[in-house]
Antibody, heavy 120, light 106 residues
Framework: EVQLVESGGGLVQPGGSLRLACAAS????????MHWVRQAPGKGLEWVAT????????YYGDSVKGRFTISRDTSKSTLYLQMNSLRAEDAALYYC?????????????WGQGTLVTVSS | EIVLTQSPATLSLSPGERATLSCRAS??????LAWYQKKPGQAPRLLMY???RRAAGIAARFSGSGTETHFTLTISSLEPEDFALYYC?????????FGGGTEVEI
């Protein structure tokens, strides 16, 4: 059974940093592309970042480029999102998402999310 | 950036009725489109990918069609559990993007 369990969310001041983690199990982690997608309160879904299984390329949404870094540790089957210089508009529920395959860029399986609140 | 526009914003229907949801892309995306269902307090669920391929475990009453810039998700006969938010998503180009959503309400 596929499981994705996010952690690391919480309250942070504007300008602060957080590192989200996503523990994956139930599938061969290193051959799947993985994503982070967020949903701000009352808003729609927004793609944040992708870690491509093919070659380890990374991709970012324009709103987070230069501030967020996606990475993975295959020995721990864990995906990360390092978030720096956080802004109020980064407040959202952050989902860790498994790709449909190695690099389809369709969001096949979603974790339950971890909540990030940015406020002073 | 490819912008996806969903319409209508809200669709008010009754169980048993047919639902037709639209997603338009700002430029051609071929068949690189997916649909997701989102219910309050739950994670989104992949319904359709590559326009018309149903994801694992998705009921046959869900179908997708379209190409290039105009896409449709059809629910042939609404079940009570189908009342939810629906999002389209393109994977044709970076950045990946979602539409703004259509709420199917009773």
């Amino acid at each position: 059974e596929v499981q994705l369990v996010e952690s690391g969310g919480g309250l942070v001041q504007p300008g602060g940093s957080l590192r989200l983690a996503c523990a994956a199990s139930g599938f061969t982690f290193d051959i799947y592309t993985m994503h982070w997608v967020r949903q701000a309160p009352g808003k729609g879904l927004e793609w944040v970042a992708t870690f491509s299984a093919a070659g380890g390329s990374t991709y970012y949404g324009d709103s987070v480029k230069g501030r967020f870094t996606i990475s993975r540790d295959t020995s721990k089957s864990t995906l990360y999102l390092q978030m720096n210089s956080l802004r109020a508009e980064d407040a959202a529920l952050y989902y860790c998402v498994k790709d449909l395959s190695g690099g389809d860029n369709y969001f096949d399986f979603w974790g339950q999310g971890t909540l990030v609140t940015v406020s002073s | 950036e490819i912008v996806l526009t969903q319409s209508p914003a809200t669709l008010s229907l009754s169980p048993g009725e047919r639902a037709t949801l639209s997603c338009r892309a700002s430029e051609s995306i071929g068949h690189h489109l997916a649909w997701y269902q989102k219910k309050p307090g739950q994670a989104p669920r992949l319904l359709m990918y590559a326009v018309s391929r149903r994801a694992a475990g998705i009921a046959a009453r869900f179908s997708g069609s379209g190409t290039e810039t105009h896409f449709t998700l059809t629910i042939s006969s609404l079940e009570p559990e189908d009342f939810a938010l629906y999002y389209c998503q393109q994977r044709k180009d970076w950045p990946l993007s979602f539409g703004g959503g259509t709420e199917v309400e009773i």
